[in-house]
């Protein structure tokens, strides 16, 4: 019997998600476990498989269109199953007796017209200026819906699809209602601009306006909190990285895969962690949730922004193994594949700067998270050894932020001198 594909819940926190593309078409027959299509979450992307054995009827919703968890995007019907079956339950979905073109029907038709100028178009009446299409006010939180042409024009034109009335089936944008919400702001008068005072320079005549991305604005609103609700403090060490520079060159020319000094770093904060277990942990309003393994985040500037995947059981891993999975991990990231489950979880972070000359700096907690290590540069600095001798070291500076309602001062100290003596002896990293 036809039934209904619903739009699945990528995110614990998200009521709506975003379906970036159909990789099926109508009247395609698929097996269990086929992709679907892909849903994008905040930072990554995530497939949507066939439960089961199915022919693809009717796509609900179009590439790029943002649908409530749980509502329908597609209906698919058994295989030899009557159409007939499927398309009644299209029907009732729209409300009536005969189907409507999908939205990817009318997108299809749409952007055709507009890539063939020799398309016929209907005439439009000559109007003697661009008016607002009748078009029914939406609801708050109303879906909106909008062919892939039209959601190009408004970003190229710099327009808002939430200020644009749609005059299609469901209240659905079209190029023609991109066009004259553009004809209406050409309309508007220019926002007056205030003469400048002598003392102040002039206003600069051009600014560019980059929207928002779904990920810089998760970004945002995920650090904004985090400095907001958890009561940072930070303590720095800087430590001689001589002695792991050694082991790195001595595995480097024994080893297929080549080790980098972060990876090794992220072996040592994962390993200070089993050294001190307290400090393996994350903070809820109900209650402190500590961690048998650890779990370390690895903070990754790829394309799309910053994106935090996790290495899971760190202090189990294989020095080549573990280097392995963050370069899987990071390049995975700079392609936005990463799975959700990829990005959840653990209690520390690892930031690394150095390789862009950052001497040391201070980093946001990444919530739930209660540590995040800030790495500098490793350069040559004058060096007082433990026997007092002033010699010149490879060293680096190591800050860690705290969350404070989970680790005191104490605590996070003795975390920080595990590390530090786990970088002097790094030959404990391999053991």
Not at 44 to 73: M, Q, S
Not at 378 to 390: N, T
């Amino acid at each position: 019997m036809a039934f209904l594909l619903r739009m699945p819940g990528v995110s614990a926190d998200a009521d709506t998600a975003l379906l970036d593309h159909w990789a099926v078409s109508p009247g395609e027959r698929v097996s269990e476990g086929t992709v679907l299509g892909t849903v994008e979450t905040d930072k990554a992307l995530v497939e949507i498989e066939a439960d089961a054995d199915a022919v693809v009827h009717t796509l609900l919703i179009a590439d790029g269109t943002r649908a409530p968890v749980g509502d329908p995007i597609a209906v698919l019907s058994e295989p030899g199953e009557d159409p007939a079956v499927a398309a009644d339950l299209v029907a009732q979905l729209r409300g009536a007796s005969e189907p409507e073109p999908s939205v990817e029907t009318i997108a299809v038709a749409e952007d055709m017209q507009a890539a063939d100028p020799e398309t016929p178009k209907a005439p439009a009446a000559p109007t003697p200026e661009p008016e607002a299409p009748a078009a029914p006010a939406r609801r708050a939180g109303e879906r909106i819906f909008s062919s892939p042409l039209a959601r190009r024009l408004a970003k190229e034109y710099g327009l808002e699809l939430d200020d644009i009335p749609g005059t299609g089936p469901a209240n659905r944008i079209t190029k023609k209602d991109v066009e004259a919400a553009r004809a209406r702001a050409a309309q508007q008068p220019a926002p007056a601009v205030p003469a400048p005072t002598p003392t102040a320079p002039a206003p600069t005549a051009e600014v560019t306006r980059i929207p928002h991305t779904r990920l810089r604005r998760a970004i945002a609103n995920r650090l904004q909190a985090s400095k907001q609700n958890a009561p940072h403090f930070y303590l720095t060490r800087e430590l001689d990285l001589g002695p792991l520079l050694a082991l790195r060159a001595e595995v480097n020319a024994a080893a297929e895969r080549r080790v980098s000094v972060n990876d090794l770093l992220v072996k040592a904060a994962g390993l200070a962690l089993q050294r001190v277990p307290e400090a393996n942990v994350s903070w809820s309003d109900d209650e402190m949730l500590q961690y048998a393994g650890s779990d370390v985040a690895v903070a990754v500037a790829s394309e799309r922004g910053l994106v935090t995947p996790v290495i899971r059981g760190v202090e189990q891993l294989g020095i080549t193994a573990l280097a392995a999975a963050i370069s899987d991990l990071a390049a995975r990231a700079g392609e936005g594949r990463l799975q959700q489950r990829e990005l959840e979880g653990g209690s520390l972070t690892v930031s690394n700067l150095g390789m862009f000359g950052i001497d040391d700096f201070a980093a946001i907690l990444n919530p739930p998270q209660s540590t995040i290590l800030a790495i500098g540069t490793a350069k040559p600095r004058p060096w007082v050894d433990e026997s007092g001798q002033l010699s010149v070291a490879t060293t680096c500076r190591i800050t860690a932020s705290f969350d404070h309602r989970a680790i005191d001062g104490a605590l996070g100290a003795q975390y920080l001198q595990a590390l530090a003596t786990l970088i002097a002896h790094p030959i404990q990293l391999l053991i």
